[in-house]
């Protein structure tokens, strides 16, 4: 597929869950991909393979088992040039919550009573609660980089104060799931290098939108998961290496010790890591270049692109409707195709219920875990936030049937 054109049909095409109709055969409309995006044929294909051509477990001789240790490696690579960072870097898990908490226990020899942990209010609590755990067993204190309330980015005014010689870890969000604001997390990580803290981005929300680079950032430690990214439910951690080595994870005796099996305590979800390379040869497939990384870069900016048409017909609309409290940085901020709002008078609940019912809009409503911002924003009251999020399957034409729904909705409450 050309990267200089979207063909949004032949996207869809390749996305079943799309051509599914409900019991009343009509076709939902999927706004909830920052809560987990569709999976892909691609994905399905690889997965079937794997189940139906024989499953094995790791490091015997016959022909199963040496295609699943190849299937891992294969895997690994495929990650490695998504992030640009090693394939030996690269461990698979449960899912992102589950690994931060794992990597969060495994650096605890690391920090002392009177260290500090940086970590902030716009993120998703998966980025937050592991390392404020980790700060309790150790005696550390946890430290915020605030949002500001007017931007609806980081305020970094105070970030040389907040990041300093005491600073031993730095945990960001690469873009918000709420907002979907894209954090200048290359220039918190350099603050964070000066004082030699360890840096974490969390990338679930980012990875599905724009290409992400690992040693670009700067970044020590990076989660994303799968099922963001058209993929199955999977968590990856990316360690640089020099980390890597160092951490004392709890394992099994006989089990691997050198890096990055050390991590993936257990059988992993092999049929899911096979889905995984699937995930990431459509993202490739849509772009071009002589090597991987090249069309994944391409592949990315021809989202790009798309996601950009959809959140200006998105915003436009919003903006242009009393009764919606939109939740969004300023037009010089990058951002992810996510918008969270309000309407006034109406519970966030309902709202949704609405739009699934009469409309067939599956969009969610809630804190979505960023609940750091449910009280910043004191928004609970009537129901959190209704959270609309774009995925490369989404259209125009699905946009103007939100329109019209919305609309509606406001009619009926007149």
Same mark, same amino acid.
């Given at each position: 597929?050309?990267?200089?054109?979207?063909?949004?049909?032949?996207?869809?095409?390749?996305?079943?869950?799309?051509?599914?109709?409900?019991?009343?055969?009509?076709?939902?409309?999927?706004?909830?991909?920052?809560?987990?995006?569709?999976?892909?044929?691609?994905?399905?294909?690889?997965?079937?393979?794997?189940?139906?051509?024989?499953?094995?477990?790791?490091?015997?001789?016959?022909?199963?088992?040496?295609?699943?240790?190849?299937?891992?490696?294969?895997?690994?690579?495929?990650?490695?040039?998504?992030?640009?960072?090693?394939?030996?870097?690269?461990?698979?898990?449960?899912?992102?919550?589950?690994?931060?908490?794992?990597?969060?226990?495994?650096?605890?020899?690391?920090?002392?009573?009177?260290?500090?942990?940086?970590?902030?209010?716009?993120?998703?609590?998966?980025?937050?609660?592991?390392?404020?755990?980790?700060?309790?067993?150790?005696?550390?204190?946890?430290?915020?980089?605030?949002?500001?309330?007017?931007?609806?980015?980081?305020?970094?005014?105070?970030?040389?104060?907040?990041?300093?010689?005491?600073?031993?870890?730095?945990?960001?969000?690469?873009?918000?799931?709420?907002?979907?604001?894209?954090?200048?997390?290359?220039?918190?990580?350099?603050?964070?290098?000066?004082?030699?803290?360890?840096?974490?981005?969390?990338?679930?929300?980012?990875?599905?939108?724009?290409?992400?680079?690992?040693?670009?950032?700067?970044?020590?430690?990076?989660?994303?998961?799968?099922?963001?990214?058209?993929?199955?439910?999977?968590?990856?951690?990316?360690?640089?290496?020099?980390?890597?080595?160092?951490?004392?994870?709890?394992?099994?005796?006989?089990?691997?010790?050198?890096?990055?099996?050390?991590?993936?305590?257990? /059988? !992993?979800?092999?049929?899911?890591?096979?889905? @995984? +390379?699937?995930?990431? $040869?459509?993202?490739?497939?849509?772009?071009?270049? =002589?090597?991987?990384?090249?069309?994944?870069?391409?592949?990315?900016?021809?989202?790009?692109?798309?996601?950009?048409?959809?959140?200006?017909?998105?915003?436009?609309?919003?903006?242009?409707?009393?009764?919606?409290?939109?939740?969004?940085?300023?037009?010089?901020?990058?951002?992810?195709?996510?918008?969270?709002?309000?309407?006034?008078?109406?519970?966030?609940?309902?709202? /949704? !219920?609405?739009?699934?019912?009469?409309?067939? @809009? +599956?969009?969610?409503? $809630?804190?979505?875990?960023?609940?750091?911002?449910? =009280?910043?924003?004191?928004?609970?009251?009537?129901?959190?936030?209704?959270?609309?999020?774009?995925?490369?399957?989404?259209?125009?034409?699905?946009?103007?049937?939100?329109?019209?729904?919305?609309?509606?909705?406001?009619?009926?409450?007149?």
């Amino acid at each position: 597929m050309p990267n200089n054109k979207f063909r949004i049909d032949e996207v869809r095409s390749q996305f079943p869950a799309l051509n599914f109709r409900n019991k009343e055969q009509v076709f939902p409309i999927y706004f909830d991909g920052p809560g987990g995006t569709q999976m892909v044929q691609a994905c399905i294909d690889r997965m079937l393979e794997y189940i139906e051509t024989g499953m094995a477990n790791l490091h015997g001789t016959f022909a199963t088992s040496i295609k699943t240790d190849a299937l891992l490696e294969e895997a690994k690579q495929a990650v490695g040039d998504l992030l640009n960072c090693s394939a030996e870097e690269v461990a698979f898990g449960q899912n992102m919550t589950s690994l931060a908490f794992q990597v969060s226990h495994s650096l605890r020899p690391l920090l002392k009573q009177g260290d500090e942990i940086v970590v902030t209010q716009l993120d998703h609590r998966a980025n937050v609660d592991p390392w404020i755990h980790l700060a309790k067993e150790t005696g550390a204190t946890v430290k915020f980089i605030p949002v500001d309330k007017q931007s609806l980015t980081h305020d970094l005014s105070n970030l040389d104060t907040i990041i300093n010689e005491k600073t031993r870890i730095v945990a960001i969000g690469l873009s918000s799931n709420l907002t979907g604001t894209i954090s200048d997390a290359k220039k918190i990580f350099k603050v964070a290098k000066k004082v030699n803290a360890i840096t974490i981005a969390d990338a679930v929300h980012a990875v599905p939108h724009f290409l992400v680079d690992k040693q670009d950032l700067d970044s020590d430690i990076l989660f994303c998961s799968a099922y963001k990214f058209f993929g199955p439910h999977l968590g990856i951690a990316a360690i640089k290496k020099a980390i890597f080595e160092t951490l004392e994870i709890p394992k099994l005796q006989p089990a691997p010790n050198q890096i990055p099996y050390k991590l993936e305590t257990g /059988t !992993q979800n092999h049929e899911a890591i096979a889905g @995984l +390379c699937g995930a990431i $040869g459509f993202l490739e497939s849509l772009g071009a270049g =002589e090597i991987r990384r090249q069309r994944l870069k391409a592949g990315m900016e021809a989202i790009e692109s798309h996601e950009q048409e959809l959140m200006d017909s998105l915003q436009q609309f919003l903006e242009s409707i009393p009764e919606v409290k939109l939740y969004r940085a300023s037009s010089e901020v990058k951002k992810t195709p996510t918008f969270a709002f309000r309407i006034d008078g109406i519970h966030s609940r309902e709202a /949704t !219920q609405f739009f699934a019912e009469k409309f067939n @809009l +599956c969009i969610g409503d $809630g804190h979505f875990y960023a609940s750091t911002m449910a =009280e910043v924003f004191p928004v609970m009251e009537t129901g959190g936030w209704i959270r609309i999020g774009f995925a490369p399957y989404n259209t125009l034409d699905e946009i103007e049937i939100f329109k019209t729904a919305l609309k509606e909705l406001l009619q009926r409450k007149t």
